[in-house]
T-cell receptor, first 111, second 112 residues
Framework: GQQVMQIPQYQHVQEGEDFTTYCNSS?????IQWYKQRPGGHPVFLIQ?????EVKKQKRLTFQFGEAKKNSSLHITATQTTDVGTYFC???????????FGQGTELSVKP | DAGVTQSPTHLIKTRGQQVTLRCSPI?????VSWYQQVLGQGPQFIFQ???????GRGNFPDRFSARQFPNYSSELNVNALLLGDSALYLC???????????FGPGTRLTVL
């Protein structure tokens, strides 16, 4: 079945360093969503990308959707301790357009 | 507006028992989805309901069932609990059939 893979699984950075997580789908996606889950919390929606090659920015966060609509990335510039958490990508797949989540990238930021 | 609410917050059961988890979506949201999240993994899709009809089912055994009520709230039932069912169960609502998911705080289920 369809798979959504994320790398890396963990990323430890010094505050102020940049961070990037990559998401790859085994099939073409109609859209991709990104979520952030703080430790002990629940996933919170960040953004949805729909168009091939789309790039969206939210302050220090930059999201990209690949030309083939099978991969995506999230880049954080100058990380802050508030960025700590696990970042998930998710795309629709299978019957009923169920949302398939990647396994996430856990980001820790050392002050 | 209130967000998605789930009850109970925590639950401890023993193997073989049955459990019912409840979810109230954001007002005006017609779709509810259920996910299971095991520690260190992403949420795994269990069910989606839209306008009280099942619109999607994940790769979970028949021990898992759900329903959506006329007020769009939902219940997830799990029968014959196994140790492996221990997880965080998340409910998410969306305004239409497929939009951004608004997650509730989850129910932490522990099966002993």
């Amino acid at each position: 079945g369809q798979q959504v893979m994320q790398i890396p699984q963990y990323q430890h950075v010094q505050e102020g360093e940049d961070f990037t997580t990559y998401c790859n789908s085994s099939t073409t996606l109609s859209n991709i969503q990104w979520y952030k889950q703080r430790p002990g919390g629940h996933p919170v929606f960040l953004i949805q990308l729909v168009k091939s090659g789309e790039v969206k920015k939210q302050k220090r966060l930059t999201f990209q959707f690949g030309e083939a609509k099978k991969n995506s990335s999230l880049h954080i510039t100058a990380t802050q301790t508030t960025d700590v958490g696990t970042y998930f990508c998710a795309g629709p797949g299978g019957e009923g357009e169920k949302l398939i989540f990647g396994q996430g990238t856990e980001l820790s930021v050392k002050p | 507006d209130a967000g998605v609410t789930q009850s109970p917050t925590h639950l401890i059961k023993t193997r073989g028992q049955q459990v019912t988890l409840r979810c109230s979506p954001i007002s005006g949201h017609k779709s509810v989805s259920w996910y299971q999240q095991v520690l260190g993994q992403g949420p795994q899709f269990i069910f989606q309901y839209y306008e009280k009809e099942e619109r999607g089912r994940g790769n979970f055994p028949d021990r898992f069932s759900a329903r959506q009520f006329p007020n769009y709230s939902s219940e997830l039932n799990v029968n014959a609990l196994l140790l492996g069912d221990s997880a965080l169960y998340l409910c998410a609502s969306t305004r239409d059939y497929y939009n951004e998911q608004f997650f509730g705080p989850g129910t932490r289920l522990t099966v002993l």
